[in-house]
């Protein structure tokens, strides 16, 4: 039984962002390489980043339908340890890294999520987001969680307007393996807010331990 939820925090692009992410119990930080998003961050910024960061917290460098020489200067220069894509990318683009990858679910237009996520059976997992296909996250929106399948059978990661006053009742209904935020913990985008971020960790911890109960409750 997983004991806890793991936590992304995602467009990060401030190296104090990022520290205090990981101090609170970050597992990932998320960099965002799709250059018209107001989250981007150039490869040497993102390198004092990876750098800093203390040991056994990853990496993730997220693009959308980026060009295939843009990819690889960002694997090669920063080797993250994960890559997660947002657009509409093959398997086998998304595979051609040697590294492992996430894929995202566009829940506000693809219907079917689960033979979405059997196109792409080597992903490490999936991560549920509100936008539209092709389009950017990060909107601050949320979607139905009921849309969700119970019968989704792989890791799914929830995103889409998650923060601090709404991530325990995430947990508990969704049930996932780990949480991504973005501005969801902004001051403005791209800059984290330091009260935002320490509260969105205590929602995950009190949703973890409501999940917990639930799950210890032995029916009659």
Known sequence: MQSRTRIKVCGITRLQDA????????????LVFHPPSPRFIDPEAALEISRALP???????????????????????????CLQFHGNEPPEFCEIWGRPYIKSIPMGSIVDPCAYAQLHENAQGFLFDSNVAGRQGGSGDTFDWLKIPPAFEHRLILAGGINPSNVADAIIQVKPWAVDVSSG????????????????????????????????????
């Open 19 to 30: 520290l205090q992410a990981s101090d609170c119990g970050a597992d990932s930080i998320g």
């Open 55 to 81: 040991p056994f917290v990853t990496v993730t460098a997220l693009f959308l339908d980026e060009k295939e020489d843009w990819v690889a200067e960002v694997v090669q220069r920063l080797q993250p340890d």
């Open 185 to 220: 913990v902004e001051a403005s985008r791209g800059v984290k807010n330091s009260d935002l971020i320490e509260q969105f960790f205590h929602g995950v911890k009190c949703g973890d331990a409501r999940k917990s109960e639930q799950d210890s409750v032995v029916p009659r």
